[in-house]
């Protein structure tokens, strides 16, 4: 009876330790969200003592625009990055499609048919990054940053340097589009935002996509569909990035060779900023909208006060870096407690088996002295 209640005891320390570990990390999330809401209040605050007319409304439609963009690709890397990979060919894609769709809407294909094929080559070529990096099994960063460079030079060789003129008037009614009164990337972005974040957070899809951000190993182990879901969430980044270029596009009725240089660094550095963890497996919709928040109101704000536009640039690699070395730490924290915890777990049970033995001792001995 005593080893059966040490018993007891032991999975009921084990179960409390996970349900501190679950615990910790809701809050360190919650801390964090917070974090960056106040960011955002005191950075809008501060621009809006230098520059009263920053708090119109015209001027947040215009700063939501420009962000917009941004914020579309940020939640197909958002997923992406926790299940554990990456994709740095982001700005290339994004100028791909832009120029792609400016390139067929002038050579006279419907305005539909124009952006749906843009849209359609950068999930093919997010879905090829996702087979090369599984096949191969190296790093997406290696992988994906030789297919930055060559995209690039695709749409160079595409444009000869130049940017697509001539396109239809036709072209713009997509991405000029105001639904509600609200710019259409802009509302385009209000409706994916919440339909990742369920998708990711209440789905039997977005579960699987943490566990193999976690682990994959152990996720192949349990039967999870790991390469189907891997290759998906490529196609779903590529498929965002695109979307978000042909928006562009339309909405400039033409495109740029340069669209998308460096466009990644704004979105990896929102998507980390926003909680998710470099190494996968953690993370979520909500940090993400607010990274991209703050980091679109400091580019605004910059220009707004007169500020330098380079100063932008030293900012946001100066975030991103921060951002990293807190994931980091945070990680280290959260192993190191996990790591105690499993310590503490072991001593428990070391504790229950000494307890069952002495009882099975005694209570041989008592036999033994009947007999």
Known sequence: MEGENSALGGEASSLVGNLQTLARTAVLKQMRNVSLLMAVVIAVTIVSAQRPSYLSYNNFLIVG?????????????????????????????FGLAAVVSGLLARDGWPTVLAI??????????????G????????????????SLTLIRGVVYLLTHGFAITGVPDSFGVFGRAKPLGVPMPVALFVVLAPVTAFILSRTTVGRYIF?????KEASQALGLPVRR???????????????SAVLASSRFVGADPNFGVGMELDV?????????????????????VLAVVLLGVINSG?????IDPYYANIVKGAVLIIAVAVDQLVHE???????????????????????????????????????
Do not use: C, H, K
């Open 211 to 215: 566990a193999i951000g976690g682990n």
């Open 131 to 146: 087979l090369v990096v599984w096949r191969i099994s190296i790093s997406p960063i290696i992988i994906t940053l030789g």
């Open 116 to 129: 749906l094929a843009a849209i359609a080559v950068t999930g093919a070529i997010g879905f090829l990054n």
């Open 333 to 371: 924290q959260r192993e190191r407690y996990q790591r105690n915890m499993a310590m503490r777990e072991q001593r428990e049970e070391d504790r229950t088996t000494d307890t069952v033995g002495q009882s099975l001792s005694t209570a041989s001995a008592v036999e033994a002295a009947r007999e």
């Open 268 to 288: 990896i550095t929102a998507v980390i900023l926003g909680g998710v963890a470099f190494s996968g497996g953690e993370g979520g919709i909500g940090g993400v």
């Open 229 to 243: 879901l891997v290759l998906g969430t490529f196609l779903v980044n590529g498929l965002l990035v695109g979307l």
């Open 65 to 93: 625009l420009q962000m917009s963009f941004v914020a579309i690709a940020a939640l197909g890397t958002t997923a992406l990055i926790i299940s554990g990979y990456i994709d740095l060919s982001i700005g290339s894609m």
């Open 302 to 306: 910059i220009i707004s006060m007169g």
